[in-house]
């Protein structure tokens, strides 16, 4: 081969691979997947059109303490989420699904309302303080600070890695370690060679997750007033800052880029492990033995740090919260429970509707151009929510400029919608935020569909629309509503982008409550609280259902 046909097989082969795709399905999700990545091309822009020329490390202490935050703890959400899941898959630990509920449930309550529990209960003045005051104890560890943050962060994300990880030992196939147990080899040669390969890209996904989640929040080290880039930006965009805003979060993005690439380096580097697809029939339950005790007194342990502190703490705002509440003008009303319901479901619905074009292109589609789609949408879950919500306020502040310069051109002003804070950029918002989620779980019911039934469809004399909507659709949509319903769970949640794009006057559950923080009413938070916990507690039911 001569080396102008070497250069020219990797782009012959990417034609080929690409030939035959439906032109306006490519089409129509690439207009999605271009939706998607608009908001990194407006962060881009500000930067580029900084006036001064901003430094490329702004705030490098700021930079450092975030890199810092993110490795310990994920590091610590391995350290509990491990063994966890261990102890409930693979030995005789009494009341196993009790624990599994137990210690995946942390993930419905907001790392932001666990640090507001704790700052209530671990604080200076805070409950338990009171309570060993009477034993002679002055003071406890205080909350506030790097190691505050790291430790509710730890608390509300380790699930994450505990339920991947779970999820590989179920599917792991035991009669390999037996196997290489009759060929001499010891166990920890066993589990080197065999147990660990299948288990690190289930660990490395729930790894990942906490690493994102650890770098993008916001509503944690803001309560516990520890600087990382997420306070930096919200600090330097409400003091005029846009500029350095928006180089912090290009800096933001960055760590995020190399966070995704690392994790795609475990992953290429397991490739080659067999991944049983079976679990063994054969009893392969570890007796605790003597550890019984300790195995108990662990788990114990890690729920009433995650669930009975603030939980009762909750409860005592509850108890509390009608003189809280007279002392405050931020009386919590029923409407905000329904707007955050309102664009939740607006959110599920459009993030339903724009993953079927993309999950159907890259299940039925083997192709570079699929491939690069499909990944392209899974940008908006890796960017965080402040650096999102702050690149469609430089859109909708832009385009309002531009709709002004037009109106006075054609006087027509009252004709022309703005953007900036309402409803459809908030939407669009968590659509950019959320879609993955969608994505996945309806491309995976489309997997499932025999390809033969469209096909036959077609024979018939169906158009290629008209197949997918009588045949494929009804067959995928347990999926797509189940993607819908992570959406929606999610988006209830979610607080910087939230606060950044909220209409005036169009209060949530998460805007109430951290406006309640704000006044130092907690008892007023009581009520919103529960119900977003309550509400967040369906998506244990979808995760913990798929078990089976």
């Not at 988006?491 to 704000?518: H, N, S």
Request: glycine share 8%.
């Amino acid at each position: 081969m001569s080396a102008l046909d070497r250069l020219v097989a990797p782009f012959a082969r990417a034609r080929s691979r690409d030939s035959g795709l439906p032109t306006a399905l490519v089409l129509l999700s690439g207009a999605i997947a271009a939706a998607v990545l608009s908001p990194i091309a407006w962060i881009l822009l500000r930067v580029l059109e900084a006036e001064g020329g901003p430094s490329l490390l702004t705030h490098p202490s700021t930079f450092a303490t975030s890199i810092a935050l993110v490795a310990v703890v994920t590091g610590a959400s391995v350290v509990l989420g491990v063994p966890l899941a261990f102890l409930t898959v693979r030995t005789d630990l009494p009341f196993r699904r009790f624990w599994t509920i137990a210690v995946a449930l942390p993930l419905v309550i907001p790392s932001y309302l666990g640090a507001f529990t704790y700052i209530s209960a671990f604080g200076p003045s805070g409950y338990i303080a009171d309570l060993l005051a009477p034993l002679g104890v002055d003071s406890v560890p205080s909350v506030y600070g790097f190691g505050g943050v790291a430790l509710v962060l730890t608390l509300y994300t380790f699930p994450y890695v505990f339920i991947t990880t779970r999820a590989s030992l179920l599917s792991f196939d035991e009669s390999l370690v037996e196997a290489a147990r009759t060929l001499g080899v010891s166990r920890i040669e066993a589990f080197r060679r065999v147990t660990l390969p299948q288990l690190v890209p289930g660990i490395a996904s729930g790894a990942l997750l906490v690493a994102l989640y650890a770098l993008s929040d916001f509503g944690t080290p803001n309560l516990l007033r520890l600087e990382v880039l997420t306070q930096a930006i919200w600090v330097e965009f409400n003091g005029f800052g846009r500029e350095t805003a928006a180089m912090l979060s290009l800096q933001l993005l960055t760590i995020t880029a190399v966070i995704l690439a690392l994790q795609s380096r475990v992953g290429d580097s397991t490739q080659g492990a067999y991944v049983g697809t079976r679990a063994s029939t054969s009893d392969t339950t570890v007796a605790l033995g003597r550890w019984k005790a300790p195995a108990l007194a662990f788990c114990a342990s890690v729920v009433t740090m995650c669930l009975v502190v603030p939980l009762g703490v909750l409860f005592v705002w509850f108890r509390r919260g009608s003189s809280a509440i007279g002392r405050t003008r931020l009386v919590f009303e029923w409407s905000y429970a329904s707007n955050s319901v309102l664009v939740s479901v607006a959110a599920a619905v459009a993030c339903a509707l724009a993953a079927i074009p993309v999950a159907y292109l890259a299940a039925r589609h083997r192709s570079t151009v699929a491939e690069l789609i499909d990944r392209a949408t899974y940008i908006g879950y890796a960017m965080p929510g402040i650096v999102l919500g702050l690149a469609l306020v430089f859109f909708g502040v832009s385009y309002g400029a531009a709709v002004d310069d037009l109106s006075s051109v054609i006087g027509a002003a009252s004709y022309l919608p703005t953007l900036y804070q309402t409803l459809p950029l908030l939407i669009f918002a968590y659509v950019v935020r959320f879609l993955p989620q969608s994505v996945g779980a309806t491309r995976s019911s489309v997997m499932r569909v025999d390809r033969e039934l469209t096909e036959a469809a077609r024979l018939l004399g169906e158009s290629p629309l008209g197949a997918f909507r009588r045949v494929a659709l009804p067959l995928i949509a347990p999926g797509v509503f189940a993607g819908a319903a992570l959406v929606f769970l999610t988006t209830m949640k979610e607080l910087p982008a939230t606060l950044l794009l909220q209409p005036t006057g169009f209060d949530t559950l998460v805007t109430y409550i951290w406006a309640v923080r704000e006044s130092g009413s907690y008892g007023a938070a009581a009520i919103p609280a529960f119900v977003l916990i309550v509400v967040s507690a369906l998506s244990m039911v979808v995760i913990l259902s798929q078990e089976k």
